[in-house]
């Protein structure tokens, strides 16, 4: 018998607890308040054409006041779930915060929200997890996957590639000029004086030649110059991970040689920050060894930092690519690329070339 009592309050207070929770707001609510038809909300939020700016204003207003959230399945199932995927190699990187930022500014005043996913590997399981989320439009930073799975997917969604260099059929391109910055970064350093240039850069996975990622472009572009400047034979490509752990480890193992470098070429400001950390570590700093690095992230121009890096304006890659990409999802179906000149942030870390002492810099005969 008191068993049963328990069981009976336990059902009393779950319904009592069912009846005092809100339910949620539907659609209908949304009508019934604004005075107008289920169809009319749903044209105000669908932002589609032939809706009065009173009509709007009054089914906004509900919606505000009412707290409605449509359901992104729902939406999804009408042909749109307002929700774009942002696809990005992994977090913790400035740069790609800085895109992500863009993007947000963006999409500002518009109906759309970003679903961001990092990387596992080369990225496919991500893009792939996006457009199961039947997200509308798709925008990806992922060098490692093949061109012709993009052309593929894109023939199913809008898609637009931040820094790939490719020759697309069926997706959007926003790119930095990769030859153009890297060349302003050698002409900086050889004007300096430095022969004993090195560039410390990602795996050959993400440097392959023909493989037209900016890696690829960068580490092109500096055995270009180092051909050019008559210095090819210090040419010295360290590659590494893509942490600044990795950078440090690298750095500590370069400084280490007898031919020293009197300036390193990071591939990226994240890089640059492992191998400043190694050089202060080792005694050692601008302009025994100049650093710059790539994508003149926020911390680069910090006072304590103070890196020359390249800037490829992260923000203005992430805005322009959502221009891009509601221009796709608007209809528009011939491919573009756009490509943003970078311009080199010159800083302490740079400086002239110190001459090493006799007996010591044999190899610049």
Known sequence: MLYACRVLERKETTLSTELSRPR???????????????????????????????????????????????????????????????????????????????????????????????????????????????????????????????????????????????????????????????????????????????????????????????????????????????????IKVVRTGSTEDDAYRSTMELIGARDRPTAIFAGHDQLAIGVLAALADAGLSAPEISVVGYDNTRIASHPGISLTSVDQFGEVMGRKAIAMLLERMRGRAEPRGYALTPQLRIRRSTGPAVPRPVGLDHTDD
């Open 24 to 234: 949620p707001v539907t659609i209908q609510d949304v009508a019934r308040a604004a005075g107008v038809s289920r169809a009319a909300v749903s044209k105000v939020i669908r932002d589609a054409p032939g809706v009065s700016t009173a009509m709007r204003t009054r089914v906004n207003a509900a919606i505000d006041e009412l707290g409605y959230r449509p359901s992104v399945a729902a939406r999804a199932m009408r042909g749109a779930s307002y929700t774009l995927g942002l696809e990005i190699p992994r977090f913790g990187n400035q740069f790609l915060t800085q895109v992500i930022d863009g993007a947000r500014d963006a999409l500002e005043g518009t109906p759309y929200q970003l679903v961001i996913a990092p990387a596992h590997g080369e990225g496919y399981s991500a893009i792939e997890a996006l457009v199961d989320r039947q997200v509308d439009g798709l925008i990806a930073v992922s060098p490692l996957v093949e061109p012709a799975w993009l052309e593929r997917l894109a023939e199913r969604i809008s898609v637009v590639m931040i820094g790939r260099h490719d020759r697309a059929r069926n997706y959007d391109t926003v790119v930095g000029d990769d030859v153009s910055g890297s060349r302003e970064v050698m002409a900086h350093l050889l004007q300096l004086g430095h022969r004993r240039i090195a560039h410390v850069t990602e795996s050959e996975a993400v440097t392959a030649p023909g493989s037209r990622t900016p890696h690829a472009f960068r580490l092109e572009t500096y055995t270009e110059c180092m051909f050019e400047a008559g210095y090819a034979k210090h």
